[in-house]
T-cell receptor, first 116, second 113 residues
Framework: AQSVTQPDIHITVSEGASLELRCNYSYGATPYLFWYVQSPGQGLQLLLKYFSGDTLVQGIKGFEAEFKRSQSSFNLRKPSVHWSDAAEYFC??????????????FGQGTTLQVKP | DGGITQSPKYLFRKEGQNVTLSCEQNLNHDAMYWYRQDPGQGLRLIYYSQIVNDFQKGDIAEGYSVSREKKESFPLTVTSAQKNPTAFYLCASNPQGRSEKLFFGSGTQLSVL
């Protein structure tokens, strides 16, 4: 079955510290991979996406993620966290465009708290 | 500017009442989706539609109904059969088959009185 797992429900880091949010997926083939961010009471904003090619992808707001096929992982990283990064983060997988379905499967989400 | 509009932002439902959440998009997207968000459970797919006058059940369709009479509109009705409707509901859309171009609305918080 297709699924996405974010092992950490809640993470707290100090401002200026580095961040890594974990994401593991189960999928029949190599899917499209996404990270979204959500502020309270808002919709989801796309941070970055991976389709193919270079396994390290850069996104907005200084975030990056690395695709590791052998580990079925797509972890999100940021070298130095800012207080404004406090939010909920979702990892998601989707079928490649050739499959003719645009649905995404989401992980449970990780809530990031930033300490001053 | 193009986007997805969800209304209302907050909605309250009484026992035995049906309520309808609105979702309108002016992105000319073919496909539209409804997700339900509960704390700690991520987003779960309720219904989706890839073309006008057609829609499919998602993972948690029981107690919900939808219609897709126009390309730009995909309203969700939460029926009285949905016994635990309190949640944050998100509407999304994308060009057909293009998961990488998924856009979200700002959501509707539904609560039970």
């Amino acid at each position: 079955a297709q699924s996405v797992t974010q092992p950490d429900i809640h993470i707290t880091v100090s401002e200026g510290a580095s961040l890594e949010l974990r994401c593991n997926y189960s999928y029949g083939a190599t899917p499209y991979l996404f990270w979204y961010v959500q502020s309270p009471g808002q919709g989801l904003q796309l941070l970055l996406k991976y389709f193919s090619g270079d396994t390290l992808v850069q996104g907005i707001k200084g975030f990056e993620a690395e695709f590791k096929r052998s580990q079925s992982s797509f972890n999100l990283r940021k070298p130095s966290v800012h207080w404004s990064d406090a939010a909920e983060y979702f990892c998601a997988v989707g079928a490649p465009s050739s499959s003719n379905t645009g649905k995404l499967i989401f992980g449970q989400g990780t809530t990031l708290q930033v300490k001053p | 500017d193009g986007g997805i509009t969800q209304s209302p932002k907050y909605l309250f439902r009484k026992e035995g009442q049906n309520v309808t959440l609105s979702c309108e998009q002016n992105l000319n997207h073919d496909a539209m989706y409804w997700y339900r968000q509960d704390p700690g459970q991520g987003l779960r797919l309720i219904y989706y539609s890839q073309i006008v006058n057609d829609f499919q059940k998602g993972d948690i369709a029981e107690g919900y109904s939808v219609s897709r009479e126009k390309k730009e509109s995909f309203p969700l009705t939460v029926t009285s059969a949905q016994k635990n409707p309190t949640a944050f509901y998100l509407c999304a859309s994308n060009p057909q088959g293009r998961s990488e171009k998924l856009f979200f609305g700002s959501g509707t918080q539904l609560s039970v009185l």
